[in-house]
């Protein structure tokens, strides 16, 4: 994974993802999460304006789908307790209200999206399993903070 | 009378393994129901990447259930355990399910060859059997103590199962190489 070879206008793409917009994200997850909203649900291609610009169209799409897969890889390989950590940091910068967050979430499930294509079953079973089991770990010290 | 008792206790094992088939075929039906289309295509891919060795070693990992214990919540530790099973219990059939595709692979391409080694092909199935025996050995076990207790044992598996599904593969292309050769020759 990520001994992928990129051709070189991909690797500059890659580079430039990294550098402008991933690195401002402050977590694995929601570099996860912002990577998958750039790929289009009806087609499963990725788009991303600046990049495309940059580049070209097909060159983006390439960075795109290469860093989705590395960072999806990232997040399934994480321990729980990292995970947990990670998904803390994510619900801290979203400013959405936690309980609302934890109880959209364990009912959507908007974290499959996040799943790439073509991707091994067991690791996208893994990933959804750890997120559900991190929401599980969220919600309980948040009730257990709220009966102190 | 040690024949009955030997019977008996041979029964109860027997009793206990078929308890535990079924255990772990309801759990992995269980988290099949909402994948099932998703893995089925994804499965018969051709670009499907294998379960990498650190994934494996994280999916038995117990550095993940001393975390959940730690937190002291039964109804945690049980969906980690119920979460954890039925991952693992896919991986087994996943794994067993490309076994079974590269053996298939095999003859396939061995059918239409004319240099047919009997020790080699006996060898070939001897070495699937195996695969397949340790995959249904796994399945049970996973079923019966959870993953956590078979991190080590899982991990070996893997390892061999890469090992001789390599070669399986290796042989496979080295025989299609082989085959012109073999058409030119007649």
Known sequence: MSAMVKPLPVQEAYEDLLQRSLCRIPCDLGRLLYLASTRDYNTGNYHHDGLADRFSVKVARSALEIAHRQAFYKVAALSLEELVRDLAAYLESSRENPEEFLRTWQRLEPYRIAIPMEVNPTVARLFASNVRLALAVLRLRQSTHADR | ?186
């Not at chain 2, 027997?14 to 909402?34: G, I, M, N, T």
């Not at chain 2, 399910?97 to 059918?111: G, T």
């Not at chain 2, 080694?117 to 996973?142: D, N």
């Open chain 2, 1 to 186: 009378m040690i024949g009955v008792w030997g019977a008996f206790a041979g029964a109860l094992v027997l009793l206990l393994v078929l308890l535990a088939w079924v255990r772990a075929e309801a759990s992995s039906k269980d988290s099949r129901s909402d994948w099932g289309a998703a893995d089925q295509e994804q499965s018969e891919g051709e670009n499907v990447e294998a379960c990498s060795p650190e994934i494996v070693s994280q999916l038995f990992s117990a550095a993940d259930s001393k975390f959940i214990s730690g937190l002291e919540s039964p109804g945690l530790e049980n969906l980690f355990r119920r979460e954890r099973t039925a991952v693992a219990l896919h991986w087994v059939q996943e794994t067993s399910a490309f076994i079974s595709k590269v053996m298939r692979r095999h003859l396939e391409a061995s059918r239409l060859r004319a240099d047919l080694e009997i020790a080699t092909e006996a060898r070939i199935f001897l070495q699937y059997a195996r695969l397949k025996l340790y995959c249904g050995i796994l399945f049970v076990l996973i079923g019966l103590l959870g993953p956590q207790r078979l991190a080590g044992t899982a991990l070996h598996a893997e390892r061999f199962i890469q090992r001789v599904g390599e070669g399986l593969v290796e042989f496979q292309s080295a025989a299609q190489l082989r085959e012109p050769e073999g058409s030119e020759s007649l």
